[in-house]
């Protein structure tokens, strides 16, 4: 089951620089995409999230865009911080089953100071 | 800030044997859920909860497996009878639960690592 896809599983990006973690799902009916970032021996916690029917969410640092047409979003980190360095996962809802968050398998960031 | 907490950290059991992990979601939350991660593999939905009662369950949640609110403050998940395979991180999450057809931020606890020997 390969519905959200990270194909990078690790990025190395430099301090004050921007990160691009990217992602692509299979379904069609995915309503909410969602990151969480997730560091060593805690849970996953909650970044960003944007609907299907918008192409861009801005939180501070973090931007969400999404492209519909090519089943595609990304996280973009600006200005990236060492404290940045975890893993991301991509993830999504379905319309029809928002309780069951279907996640990526996750990128690895690592901010080099 | 009020989070999820689980407990205990780590559960080392043997085969065959009954486990019990335990959560405490945040207090003013109404829905709650788990998921597992296998090492090195993606985290996975098993179960959400909400009014007393399984609201949506994966495949993977067969008959070994159950949930329970036995208070106003945890929310257990037993395995009946452990099996190598379940040997994963477990997390339990919870969240607010809003108006139909919106979706609704799920806050992770910190996992409780099972080790099935």
């Known amino acids: 089951d390969q519905q959200v896809k990270q194909n990078s599983p690790s990025l190395s990006v430099q301090e004050g620089r921007i990160s691009i973690l990217n992602c692509d799902y299979t379904?069609?009916?995915?309503?909410?995409f969602l990151w969480y970032k997730k560091y060593p021996a805690e849970g996953p916690t909650f970044l960003i999230s944007?609907?299907?029917?918008?192409d861009k969410n801005e939180d501070g640092r973090f931007t969400v865009f999404l492209n519909k047409s090519a089943k595609h979003l990304s996280l973009h980190i600006v200005p990236s911080q060492p404290g940045d360095s975890a893993v991301y996962f991509c993830?999504?809802?379905?319309?029809?089953?928002?309780?069951?968050?279907?996640f990526g398998p996750g990128t690895s960031l690592s901010v080099i100071p | 800030e009020p989070e999820v907490t689980q407990t205990p950290s780590h559960q080392v059991t043997q085969m065959g044997q009954e486990v019990i992990l335990r959560c405490v979601p945040i207090?003013?939350?109404?829905?709650f859920y788990w998921y597992r991660q296998i090492l090195g593999q993606k985290v996975e939905f098993l179960v959400s909860f909400y009014n007393n009662e399984i609201s949506e369950k994966s495949e993977i949640f067969d008959d070994q497996f159950s949930v329970e609110r036995p208070d106003g403050s945890n929310f257990t998940l037993k395995i009946r009878s452990t099996k190598l395979e379940d040997s994963a991180m477990y997390f339990c999450?919870?969240?607010?639960?809003?108006?139909?057809?919106?979706?609704?931020?799920?806050?992770f606890g910190p996992g409780t690592r099972l080790t099935v020997l």
């Open positions: 999450a919870s969240s607010r639960g809003l108006l139909a057809g919106l979706t609704d931020t799920q806050y």
């Open positions: 944007i609907s299907s029917i918008k």
């Open positions: 207090s003013n939350h109404l829905y």
């Open positions: 993830a999504a809802n379905l319309k029809t089953s928002y309780d069951k968050v279907i």
């Open positions: 379904n069609s009916m995915f309503d909410y």
